[in-house]
């Protein structure tokens, strides 16, 4: 992939969607979560503005508005089986609306594919008929969307994420696999991330992350990624301030200025060699904006 905006030898992924949207003022709530942004036309511009903002900040990639049209969060919301298609295509058509509208055509689309219950609830993930069966209707829909790329991401089992990767192959995707951690480096079903990494990547995963993670559980995953790979690693960090109040849109503060999210970046490039940087919660098109132009320099 080129783009003459983004550094040499690094992918950029974009940022936190869901943040952006709630600076908005589109909230985040029970049942619909992120696909509230979907609902209506209005709201469908918002989230198209904030994938143009990312695209303008440098992101080689942009996340299509998936990671809640799973069956088992849009079934809560009482669609009916066209309905939920519908999101997904919906999602994955604004994401193609802004590229189109940012004039970056070598930008890929990437498909969000999250676990199928709380990300970061391990214990809830359901059997292995039941993931089949869901992550392969979300896997089908985003290929008959057209999505250049499925990102399975802030996966907190490693039987999860190689079942959901199993499905995307299947449909024929390419498909890079992300692991949400704690504090002590190890996925949150406690599994170590060495083990999951090279899970995976024997699975047929192109590239292995961790993302929506605080930047200290990151770095501490960083060695064990390293020590797994047999392609590319990436991470993008959860920089959301969870302690302190809302902002005036109702989302919450990041814990980072921009300027040190980006050195934050650099330095996990030079220490680690990652392929594949960006952000998570938290991480706004001016935090990205300053990690491609630190990462540049």
Not at 197 to 221: D, F, K, M, Y
Request: glycine share 10%; proline share 4%; charged share 25%.
């Amino acid at each position: 992939m080129t783009n003459s905006h983004a550094p040499e030898g690094v992918l950029l992924l974009d940022g936190g969607v869901a943040s952006e949207l709630e600076r908005a003022g589109i909230p985040m709530a029970d049942p619909w979560w992120t696909t509230a942004a979907l609902r209506t036309e209005a709201k469908r511009q918002v989230l198209q503005s904030v994938h143009e903002a990312y695209l303008a900040a440098g992101a080689q990639v942009i996340t299509a508005d998936t990671f809640r049209t799973n069956l088992r969060a849009l079934r809560r919301t009482r669609l009916d089986d066209a309905g939920r298609a519908w999101m997904v295509h919906a999602a994955v058509g604004v994401a193609g609306a802004a590229r189109k509208e940012a004039r970056a055509p070598e930008a890929w689309i990437a498909g969000s594919i999250a676990p199928v219950e709380d990300c970061y609830r391990p214990d809830l993930v359901p059997e292995d008929a039941e993931l089949r069966a869901e992550h392969g209707w979300l896997a089908r829909e985003l290929s008959r969307a057209g999505v250049d790329l499925f990102l399975l991401e802030t996966m907190n089992t490693i039987r999860e994420a190689r079942i959901a990767l199993e499905q995307v192959l299947a449909v024929g995707g390419r498909a890079w696999v992300s692991f949400v951690c704690g504090a002590d480096g190890r996925v949150l079903s406690g599994e170590d991330l060495s083990g999951a990494v090279h899970a995976v990547q024997r699975a047929g995963a192109e590239a292995v992350l961790v993302n929506c993670t605080s930047p200290a559980g990151t770095e501490a995953a960083m060695r064990a990624l390293c020590r797994g790979r047999a392609g590319l690693i990436g991470a993008y960090p959860n920089i959301e301030d969870r302690t302190g109040p809302r902002t005036d849109g109702g989302g919450l503060p990041s814990a980072l200025h921009p300027d040190e999210f980006a050195e934050l970046l650099v330095r996990w490039r030079a220490d680690y060699g990652l392929d594949i940087l960006g952000g998570c919660c938290g991480a706004s098109p001016a935090h990205l904006a300053a990690a491609r132009n630190a990462l540049r320099a």
